[in-house]
């Protein structure tokens, strides 16, 4: 069946850097806009950042742009969000989505936790 598994995520000090990955299977991944979102305790899910299917456009959440990058491999069906100057506001649970860039489908991974704390 579709598989959708992010890796990556753990603990790191303020100002570090992560780099997630998402792997995607059984589906036809460059055929879908890739998303990552994150989920804090008691807060509502989050669009972090977002690649259109061929990996020409981005756009970013204001609270992560100029620190986050999203890209893409589509020869690897893997989406890759690299987070520098992490800061503990970003300490949240990472989901990778993948939405079809034209039907209404979509996938979730079960997430990855990111905590930053010194």
């Known amino acids: 069946q579709v598989q959708v598994v992010e890796s990556g995520g753990g603990l790191v000090q303020p100002g570090g850097s992560l780099r997630l990955s998402c792997a995607a299977s059984r589906f036809t991944f460059s055929s879908y806009v890739m998303n990552w979102y994150r989920q804090a305790p008691g807060k509502e899910r989050e669009l972090v950042a977002t690649i259109t299917n061929a990996g020409e456009i981005t756009n970013y959440a204001d609270s992560v742009k100029g620190r986050f990058t999203i890209s893409r491999d589509n020869a690897k069906n893997t989406v890759y969000l690299q987070m520098n100057s992490l800061k503990p506001e970003d300490t949240a649970v990472y989901h990778c989505?993948?939405?079809?860039?034209?039907?209404?489908?979509?996938?979730w991974g079960q997430g990855t936790q990111v905590t930053v704390s010194s």
């Open positions: 989505n993948a939405r079809h860039r034209v039907l209404a489908i979509e996938y």
